[in-house]
């Protein structure tokens, strides 16, 4: 069954992007006609169920797009940043727009090895039709100059088997992944959003082990074990562990 929502069409999109994404985010969309487009439909990989864009600093524009019509029923030509965006279902678009924000403030600080960063976020869109679209997103460094990123590659793709609750899910990857992590996760715990270490301490858990085997199994001190487990009690809003795994199975967390 088809939503009641219509989803944007360009020129009628809205900037509801974070503030500090907000400057970054534009409606031009990438000119395929040219040879770099060419070059990057040759040589960038992507699967059938997936659609792919890359965004420019320098530009402030798609530099390139593929996919999108398979995936959201938007012709390549079309799709552009403020598009995309606007494209976020109002129940992830908060939490989408606010991780946005802070995983882009973390990559324009630079890093020696700032292209082996990225982040996922699962969640939904809206195709051109109306219907909601469940996805995982994954957004990395594609070039950069001086250890700074110029440009960014973001992945769609299509992801049927999800199960979503009340709780947002995301990851964070790179050399210093948990630095990173941490940063995305500043102000982040106003939503009932999980990381994947706080999800592996829980799954543990739920299985039935204590913490102090818990910190055995994962090389970690039992005092790490509790800073993952206990402040998600405040964050689901839960009293007891019992409690806890309940709510998580609940929302498709274990």
């Known amino acids: 069954m088809l939503s009641n929502h219509r989803s944007p ?3 009628q999109t809205e900037n509801n992007s974070g503030p500090f994404s907000k400057a ?9 006609t040219t040879e770099r487009a060419a070059l990057f439909r040759k040589t960038i990989p992507r699967f059938p169920d997936e659609a792919v864009y890359i965004y420019s600093f320098l530009e402030q524009r798609f530099i390139y797009a593929n996919g999108w019509q398979n995936v959201l029923g938007f012709r390549d030509e079309e799709m552009n940043m403020l598009l995309f965006i606007s494209l976020t279902t109002p129940r992830f678009a908060p939490f989408v727009n ?3 924000d802070k995983a882009l403030r973390f990559i324009l600080q630079g890093h020696p090895e700032i292209e082996q960063y990225s982040f996922t976020i699962e969640l939904k869109k809206y195709h051109k039709d109306g219907h909601e679209v469940p996805a995982i997103t994954r957004v990395g460094v594609f070039e950069s ?3 700074r990123p110029v440009s960014i590659i973001g992945r769609l793709q299509v992801a049927p088997h999800l199960q979503f609750g009340e709780v947002m899910r995301y990851a964070a990857y790179g050399p210093d992944k948990n630095v990173f992590e941490e940063e995305l996760s500043k102000e982040l715990f106003a939503y009932p959003a999980i990381s994947p270490k706080e999800r592996e301490a829980l799954m543990l858990v739920a299985s039935g082990m204590a913490f102090k085997e818990i910190a055995d199994r994962l090389g970690i001190s039992q005092s790490a074990v509790e800073k993952r487990i206990l402040p998600l009690y405040k964050r689901f809003g839960v009293k007891s562990l019992p409690h806890l795994i309940s709510y998580a199975h609940a929302n ?3």
């Open 145 to 147: 100059v001086d250890n």
């Open 252 to 254: 498709s967390l274990l």
């Open 98 to 100: 606010d991780l946005n």
């Open 9 to 11: 069409q360009p020129g």
């Open 24 to 32: 970054f985010v534009t409606d031009i969309p990438a000119d395929l």
